[in-house]
């Protein structure tokens, strides 16, 4: 292994071990507070659903997940045994609390406006 990838690799187990002590998260932002971000948030984030549904569940390579929410029972079963190209999440690797996390997380986004409402947008 060449001189550059040990670097490259001793620098990212130390941002990981940092985030992991600092409460902190990556956001669209950059990296953050957790005490910025809602329950759930850091969650959403460290299983990698962000990199597919975007960091408010606004989709983005696949579907969005916001507004209206799936019921519970469609969702989770749709993250352990996934339709199309999402990965299976076992309760393994993400466990039953921290799917109702993320449940919880989505939930409590808002809903955007209407277009029809914004006056920038409305021609009004």
């Known amino acids: 292994m060449n001189i550059?990838?040990?670097?490259?690799?001793?620098?990212?187990?130390g941002l990981a071990s940092h985030l992991a002590t600092a409460q902190q998260t990556l956001?669209?932002?950059?990296?953050v507070d957790d005490s910025q971000h809602p329950a759930g948030y850091r969650?959403?984030?460290?299983m990698g659903c962000w990199q597919c549904h975007?960091?408010?569940?606004?989709?983005?390579?696949?579907?969005k997940l916001v507004a209206p929410l799936i019921?519970?029972?469609?969702?989770?079963?749709?993250v352990r045994r996934p339709r199309n190209v999402m990965p299976a999440y076992s309760p393994n690797i993400m466990s039953e609390d921290v799917l109702q996390e993320i449940y919880s997380y989505l939930q409590?986004?808002?809903?955007?406006?209407?277009?029809?409402?914004?006056?920038l947008l409305s021609g009004d």
């Open 4 to 13: 550059r990838k040990k670097i490259l690799i001793g620098f990212l187990f």
């Open 27 to 31: 956001d669209f932002m950059g990296v």
């Open 43 to 46: 969650e959403y984030v460290e």
């Open 54 to 63: 975007g960091f408010q569940g606004q989709g983005g390579l696949n579907l």
């Open 71 to 78: 019921p519970y029972e469609a969702f989770a079963n749709q």
């Open 108 to 119: 409590n986004i808002p809903t955007s406006p209407n277009p029809d409402d914004i006056p």
